[in-house]
């Protein structure tokens, strides 16, 4: 839960390569945050200073944490999800804010809706539609593309 955002509270799930990585770095006394403030008891706040050397030695330079949110955005609905659930990885209260990610989008409805007629248009042209995947095919191989 995000306490202080541009629109109040908002909850943000964590990837599971996410929680595996903060998991697996060392813990700093008995702090039971992963990156305790330098002083106090509360949690480091901030990233300004500190940004420009993780760019530098990552070799992304322009690269803003804005650049990093915009891309998962887009890696979502490129990969077919649909805008609420975008939104909701986001955080984005309303849809309408994650619009600007549907252009992205339109090149996997293009395939999907290639797949979802390929049959009519081969039957149409006297072929022989090629085989369809069920549903549970499909997701199978969905969930085997997201395991790599």
């Known amino acids: 839960m995000l306490d202080d955002t541009k629109t109040g509270k908002s909850v943000r799930p964590l ?17 039971p945050y ?35 949110r915009h891309s998962v955005g887009a890696a979502a609905a490129s990969g077919g999800m649909a805008l609420p659930m975008v939104a909701a990885i986001l955080g984005h209260a309303d849809t309408r ?20 007629v390929g049959g009519i248009a081969a039957a149409l042209g006297g072929r022989k539609p090629a085989p369809v995947a069920s549903l549970e095919e499909e997701r199978n191989r969905q969930k085997g593309n997201r395991a790599r």
């Open 34 to 68: 992963v990156f305790p403030a330098s002083r106090g008891d509360g949690h480091y706040q901030g990233t300004k200073r500190l940004w420009p050397t993780i760019v530098k030695k990552a070799k992304l330079p322009g690269v803003t944490p804005h650049t990093l």
């Open 15 to 31: 990837a599971a390569p996410a929680v595996a990585l903060l998991s697996s770095l060392p813990r700093y006394g008995d702090s």
């Open 97 to 116: 804010s994650t619009q600007i990610y549907a252009h992205v989008a339109q090149h996997p409805a293009a395939k999907a809706a290639t797949r979802a």
